[in-house]
């Protein structure tokens, strides 16, 4: 699953709860080339999902 895809289906993970928009910039389409990128791609991902997660139960965000 390319990284766009994974982080739009975390976004919605977070449903109802907290509206979250994802927009991945020109720098992190730049860093996951060439494609195939796996590590890059997944630190990325598990950054966006601590980062949803911390500002969910810390920050008690309804947006993000």
Sequence with gaps: MALDAAL???AGAYGPGMR???KLGDAVMQALRPPG?????T??????EQG???VA????????
């Design 43 to 48: 630190a990325i991902y598990r950054i966006c």
């Design 52 to 54: 949803l997660l911390n």
């Design 8 to 10: 739009r289906e975390l």
């Design 37 to 41: 990128e796996p590590t890059r791609a």
């Design 57 to 64: 139960i810390h920050g008690h965000a309804t947006e993000c």
């Design 20 to 22: 979250v928009a994802i």
